[in-house]
T-cell receptor, first 115, second 119 residues
Framework: AQSVTQLDSHVSVSEGTPVLLRCNYS??????LFWYVQHPNKGLQLLLK??????LVKGINGFEAEFKKSETSFHLTKPSAHMSDAAEYFC?????????????FGTGTQLKVEL | GAGVSQSPRYKVTKRGQDVALRCDPI?????LYWYRQALGQGPEFLTY????????KSGLPNDRFSAERPEGSISTLTIQRTEQRDSAMYRC?????????????????FGEGSRLTVL
């Protein structure tokens, strides 16, 4: 079975400083990995996805993530946090067994951005 | 519509009542997914459809839960004889393309969810 582990349930940064949200995955074969963001009272929005192409993936709003097979990691980063980045972030792995895009979500990391 | 629409946004019901949650996907989207998100947790897969066919219902917790998508568009998730443990946010998502065997992952577009509270 595939799974993801988000190592931090809460992360707090100051505006203008770098963001690092950590994610480790477990998969028996080459996974597809995603980061989704959830703002309060909003639906989940795709930030970026990795599907075995370039290991450094660029997403929306200045976010990027690097797939590191040796470390089984897919950490999300952003050079400079903005107040509007405050939200909950989910690391996600896709299970393609039998067809279907069955996503397995991590437990989420709540990002707080302070002035 | 412009996005995935779910209704009702909020539902409070008494234990033992049946509830029906509706999902209207983005027009033309082939695949439709239902997820459940408990407080403080990530969404968990319930079931999904390609067109009107239910492809996988392995995530439905028990036989009180059922889903249908009779015309390959709007879907309804029904929970019979609700219990307090059913309280959660129920999320629907749709995808334009069918996922491919090689891993072509059509992006999932999520609705804002239906929050169910069972008293």
């Amino acid at each position: 079975a595939q799974s993801v582990t988000q190592l931090d349930s809460h992360v707090s940064v100051s505006e203008g400083t770098p963001v690092l949200l950590r994610c480790n995955y477990s998969s028996s074969y080459s996974p597809s990995l995603f980061w989704y963001v959830q703002h309060p009272n909003k639906g989940l929005q795709l930030l970026l996805k990795y599907t075995s192409a370039a290991t450094l993936v660029k997403g929306i709003n200045g976010f990027e993530a690097e797939f590191k097979k040796s470390e089984t990691s897919f950490h999300l980063t952003k050079p400079s946090a903005h107040m509007s980045d405050a939200a909950e972030y989910f690391c996600v792995v896709s299970n393609h067994t039998g067809g279907g895009n069955k996503l397995t979500f991590g437990t989420g990391t709540q990002l707080k951005v302070e002035l | 519509g412009a996005g995935v629409s779910q209704s009702p946004r909020y539902k409070v019901t008494k234990r033992g009542q049946d509830v029906a949650l509706r999902c209207d996907p983005i027009s033309g989207h082939v695949s439709l997914y239902w997820y459940r998100q408990a407080l403080g947790q990530g969404p968990e897969f319930l079931t999904y459809f390609n067109y009107e066919a239910q492809q996988d219902k392995s995530g439905l917790p028990n036989d009180r839960f059922s889903a249908e998508r009779p015309e390959g568009s709007i879907s309804t998730l029904t929970i019979q004889r609700t219990e307090q443990r059913d309280s959660a946010m129920y999320r629907c998502a749709s995808s334009l393309v069918l996922p491919g065997p090689s891993g072509n992952t059509g992006e999932l577009f999520f609705g804002e969810g239906s929050r169910l509270t069972v008293l």
